[in-house]
Each structure stands twice: as C-alpha cells, then as structure tokens.
C-alpha cells in the first residue's frame, strides 16, 4: 500500500524560509518522478516543482529560483526547500507522482501560510 506523508509547513513571515518533507512508503519512490504540488483557497491545485527519478528538476515560473526540489532515495524522502517566500505561497502542499498525480496517493498535506 503506497502512503505519502507530508510534513514541515507552518506559519512564516514574508522573506522567510521553510523545508517541507515528504515520505514515501512502497515502491513508487524509486520508479517515479516525484513533485510538490500546492492548493491555495479558491484555486485549482497546482504543480510547482517535480524531481524525476534520476534527478532532474522542474520548476513553475512563479517559484523558480525561490523553491529546490530533492530526494534522497535511502531515505524514501523528497523534499522543497522554500526560500523568499511570499504570501501568495499560501497554500496546502501535497507531494504525489508526475506526470500525473495518483488520486489515491493524495495525503493530508501540509498548510504552509506566509503573513505579509
């Protein structure tokens, strides 16, 4: 059964820094490209960055240069490293597969709220 747990969001200033996590039970972490994806209140979930299962990284245009994508394959473990962050980042955040996102692997997410 695949589970993926979220966690390391919070409540942060405008400018500050947060890393999220996400563990993945099962097999699907070593087969599959990984992204964080977000859902803010009122709008449709989003991807913002996808690692594939070799490394390379991929970035929406409203994070990029601001959020890093990494895993680490010993620990099952995909992580997004946020920095500069704006209140518009305020959102749940989801990790799941990509290209496109198992229904049943959504998790709880983690809120992560940026105060201006």
């Known amino acids: 059964q695949v589970q993926l747990v979220e966690s390391g969001g919070g409540l942060v200033q405008a400018g500050g820094s947060l890393r999220l996590s996400c563990v993945a039970s099962?097999?699907?972490?070593?087969?599959?490209?990984m992204g964080w994806y977000r859902q803010a209140p009122g709008k449709q979930r989003e991807l913002v960055a996808s690692?594939?299962?070799?490394?390379?990284?991929n970035y929406a245009d409203s994070v990029k240069g601001r959020f890093t994508i990494a895993r680490d394959s010993a620990k099952s473990t995909v992580y997004l490293q946020m920095n500069s962050l704006k209140p518009e980042d305020t959102a749940v955040y989801y990790c799941?597969?990509?290209?496109?996102?198992?229904?049943?692997?959504w998790g709880q997410g983690t809120q992560v709220t940026v105060s201006s």
């Open positions: 690692i594939t299962s070799r490394g390379s990284t």
């Open positions: 799941n597969v990509v290209p496109k996102p198992y229904a049943a692997y």
């Open positions: 099962g097999t699907i972490f070593s087969i599959n490209g």
